[in-house]
Each structure stands twice: as C-alpha cells, then as structure tokens.
C-alpha cells in the first residue's frame, strides 16, 4: 500500500481549498497532528488517503454536474481522479481496478 507523503497531504487538501486545520476539524483529529506527521515523522494513517480521495471525487462529481465544461477541467478531473485510484483506493493486498 502506497503511504501517503507529506506533500501529496498537502496537495489533496489544497485542492479541497482546505487548510490542515480544516481537514482536523472535519475529520475530528487534534489540531496538532499533521504537525506529529511533518516533525516528528509519525506516518499518515491508511485512512486518510482514502478519505481525501473520496473527498476529490465528490468534489469532482459535484463540478461535473455544476459547473459548465472546460477542456481544462476535464484534463484536470482525469488526470487527478486516474492517480488518487491508482494511489489511494486500491484494495488492502489488491491491485487498482479490482
């Protein structure tokens, strides 16, 4: 299983529009545990990964069926949706797409 980085961390909830503070009181996490994460090493839970990637395609579906198309927005869509599945939503001990 992929673990997810600091900087993929970053990247997710910046895309939600999100701060880590944001993502700590949506998820019910202390304040100060992306802190532990970046100073003190502690690894990123499987779970949230998972949880940031289904956050995106939510997000995703809602732009799709709210927002007028682009051809910027679908490339981004796409592209972003063909990584978080290929990275975060693949079954424990399984390969993406099964």
């Not at 949506?26 to 100073?39: E, I, K």
């Not at 592209?79 to 693949?90: N, Q, S």
Request: overall charge negative; hydrophobic content about 45%.
């Amino acid at each position: 299983m992929h673990v997810m980085t600091l900087d993929e961390f970053e990247l997710a909830i910046a895309a939600l529009g999100w701060k880590a503070s944001d993502f700590c009181r949506a998820t019910g996490l202390h304040r100060n545990t992306p802190s532990r994460w970046r100073n003190e090493g502690v690894e990123i839970p499987e779970w949230v990964p998972r949880h940031l990637g289904l956050l995106l395609d939510v997000r995703r579906l809602y732009a799709a069926h709210t927002v007028p198309a682009s051809d910027r927005a679908a490339g981004w869509f796409l592209e972003d949706l063909e990584r978080l599945h290929a990275a975060y939503l693949t079954p424990p001990g399984g390969k993406a797409g099964e």
